[in-house]
């Protein structure tokens, strides 16, 4: 068959298939026009989930009958000058518009400001002529019919419920990256959603989106490296949700959903979170144009960065420092909770006794053989020797530490301590502590984890791990390039105990491992590390491993629940928690405390 030149509906066609996938991505593009065109206010109607309408109203900059007249056709944009390597508004690729009007029923009205209004209209790629039309200074764009020039894809659509929630996804996004903007979203197949202007108040805006707990909740980040910019808001640790969608990144303004990124956040908050929840944060990047390609997808979600490893690294140390600054606070959805939890009066079935010491109850110390790693833990003698290596004089010296407590049990004054002074053991696992304001609860068991824990991650820091040497070392075939990346990571790894070295072009030789690890399965584990570092050119993997089993020994080693304190001990670890970073979450990322004010107390008598 000859080659024959496609039609230009055809061609238009084509491109909607990549550029509009669904009504929510329609009305991402026309809604960033909008923006680009200068919009202080846009409104959104929908219908049918915005299969049957869309109408994106602005008071942008308006267009001429040149301009409409342009519009429609495949790559004219008023956008991009400089080239793709200084890209500075969110679209540019002049396909939206022709590519909507390729497969709906589409009409633009639009007026510049002192000018006269002009329509235009496009039914399944045929463009009408410019003609006179009475308008508001800005642009309307409406389409009705999605996709009814291709039914095919018509069938793939979801139902209306969830295009619709598609849509109103897409507009919060846009909403946080453009807080200066008022945005309204109304239609038959939705309940109304406005978005007031906050102008430079990002977290008035931010806490439109995420609900008013998130401002009591984020910490502020504000960080830079090497011309890149970083700054937003990351929740605390107990501040956390079900799944990744309350995860917002921008770069630039744009919104994206970059796996960089969110793996990036991932790491960040290791240890923090609890198995099968997920932080909220919201970061903006700022960098150099040229510095990112966002012409990766023509739906321009996906992002490149040319120094990738740069803003993992920016992201990872900013968040991790904020939370070290002020993620120790307990979040207060916890409190809230607690509240909630109250209620006045009183039961008719008898309470079971709660099991409390105040002072003098008899216990164990912290140091005892059935505290310590070993004995009841479940760990062998082989185990224990292995471990014994780890641990920092902090974590052998339990006793000295936790037994900082005043002379002869004397009370403390709780004002001069964020956590208090421990009041009470109940049920022989919460300690009851008073403060300042209010008071705190603390799971013994799991504040205690936490310490043991940071004081293991300090010692595996601290020097080069010991290693296992193997009788016979372990040869290891893989393809030369991932060779090459290995033995370029090769003295990071040395530090952690795994020694390897070249063998041949094809072969790597493990000769030691991990001792932290015990049986490893090295070709795995080498397998495991070259994949890691062809995508992010970092070998963190086995560092995370050697943590997990710390963090497995912490959770071993740590006072237990039952255990009976005596009122130093208690306030000791009180003491050892306001000092130790990440003590407001477990190394399973539970809460370790719950602070309760006075004035929620007085609100639960009716006081206030």
Same mark, same amino acid.
């Given at each position: 068959m000859a080659i024959q030149q496609l039609s230009e509906t055809l061609i238009n066609q084509i491109a909607a298939g990549e550029v509009i996938e669904r009504p929510a991505s329609a009305a991402k593009e026309l809604i960033e026009n909008a923006i680009d065109a200068g919009a202080t206010r846009i409104e959104i109607a929908t219908a049918g989930g915005g299969k049957a309408l869309l109408r994106v109203t602005d008071n942008g900059s308006g267009m001429s009958a040149e301009d409409l007249v342009l519009a429609v056709r495949r790559h004219c944009t008023s956008k991009i000058s400089g080239?793709?390597?200084?890209?500075?508004?969110?679209?540019?690729?002049?396909?939206?518009l022709p590519s909507i009007g390729s497969v709906a029923r589409l009409t633009i009205s639009s007026r510049l400001k002192g000018g006269d209004g002009f329509e235009i209209a496009i039914e399944g790629g045929k463009v009408s002529d410019v003609r006179p039309a009475g308008a508001n200074p800005g642009t309307v764009v409406e389409v009705r019919d999605l996709f009814f020039a291709t039914p095919a894809r018509l069938k793939f659509l979801k139902t209306e419920r969830a295009e619709a929630a598609a849509i109103t996804e897409m507009v919060k996004r846009l909403a946080i990256a453009f807080p200066q903007v008022r945005f309204t979203l109304s239609g038959s197949d939705r309940s109304t959603l406005e978005l007031n202007a906050t102008g430079e108040d990002r977290l008035a805006r931010i806490a439109q989106i995420l609900g008013a707990?998130?401002?009591?909740?984020?910490?502020?980040?504000?960080?830079?490296?090497?011309?890149?910019?970083?700054? !937003? $808001?990351?929740?605390? =640790?107990?501040?956390?949700?079900?799944? *990744? &969608?309350?995860?917002?990144?921008?770069?630039?303004?744009?919104?994206?959903?970059?796996?960089l990124i969110l793996s990036a956040i991932r790491g960040a908050y290791a240890e923090t979170i609890p198995q099968g929840r997920y932080p909220v944060a919201v970061l903006s990047l700022t960098l150099d144009p040229a510095m990112v390609d966002v012409n990766v997808h023509p739906a321009k979600s996906d992002v490149r960065f040319r120094d990738p490893q740069l803003v993992r690294g920016l992201i990872v140390g900013a968040v991790?420092?904020?939370?070290?600054?002020?993620?120790?606070?307990?979040?207060?959805?916890?409190?809230?909770?607690?509240?909630?939890?109250?209620?006045? !009066? $009183?039961?008719?079935? =008898?309470?079971?006794?709660?099991?409390? *010491? &105040?002072?003098?109850?008899?216990s164990r110390p912290f140091g005892s053989p059935a505290s310590s790693f070993g004995g009841a833990s479940g760990f062998g003698e082989a185990q224990q020797a292995r471990f014994a290596d780890f641990q920092s004089p902090s974590a052998r010296s339990e006793p000295a530490e936790m037994a900082a407590a005043r002379p002869n049990g004397a009370i403390e004054m709780p004002a001069q301590h964020p956590l208090g002074a421990a009041r009470a053991q109940v049920h022989e696992n919460y300690i009851v502590a008073q403060t300042g304001d209010g008071l705190v609860i603390v799971d013994q068991h799991a504040a205690h984890e936490r310490?043991?824990?940071?004081?293991?991650?300090?010692?595996?820091?601290?020097?080069?791990?010991?290693?296992?040497?193997?009788?016979?070392?372990?040869?290891?075939?893989?393809?030369?390039?991932?060779?090459?990346?290995?033995?370029?990571?090769?003295?990071?790894?040395?530090?952690?105990?795994?020694?390897?070295?070249?063998?041949?072009?094809?072969?790597?030789?493990?000769?030691?491992t991990p001792a932290m690890l015990?049986?490893?399965?090295?070709?795995?584990?080498?397998?495991?590390?070259?994949?890691?570092?062809?995508?992010?050119?970092?070998?963190?993997?086995?560092?995370?491993?050697?943590e997990h089993v710390a963090a497995t020994m912490a959770c071993h080693g740590s006072v237990r629940s039952g255990r009976v304190l005596r009122v130093e001990e208690m306030n000791a670890l009180l003491r050892q928690m306001e000092v130790t970073p990440g003590s407001g979450q477990c190394n399973h990322g539970r809460p370790t405390y719950v602070e309760l004010k006075l004035s929620d107390i007085e609100r639960l008598f009716g006081r206030s």
């Open positions: 080239g793709l390597d200084d890209i500075r508004s969110l679209g540019f690729r002049g396909e939206a707990d998130f401002r009591e909740n984020a910490i502020e980040l504000d960080a830079a490296r090497e011309d890149v910019g970083l700054t !937003g $808001f990351a929740g605390v =640790p107990t501040f956390n949700r079900g799944n *990744s &969608a309350h995860q917002y990144a921008f770069v630039n303004g744009r919104p994206v959903q970059d796996k991790r420092e904020a939370l070290h600054r002020e993620g120790d606070r307990a979040s207060t959805t916890g409190a809230s909770g607690m509240m909630r939890a109250f209620r006045p !009066g $009183f039961s008719a079935q =008898p309470a079971p006794a709660a099991n409390w *010491s &105040a002072s003098g109850s008899p310490l043991v824990f940071e004081s293991l991650r300090t010692a595996l820091r601290g020097r080069r791990l010991p290693s296992q040497g193997l009788l016979i070392p372990e040869i290891i075939d893989l393809p030369e390039e991932d060779c090459d990346r290995l033995i370029a990571h090769a003295e990071e790894l040395d530090k952690l105990g795994l020694a390897i070295e070249r063998f041949g072009p094809g072969a790597i030789a493990v000769r030691e015990g049986e490893v399965d090295s070709p795995a584990l080498v397998r495991q590390l070259a994949d890691e570092i062809a995508e992010w050119d970092t070998a963190g993997g086995l560092a995370a491993k050697l």
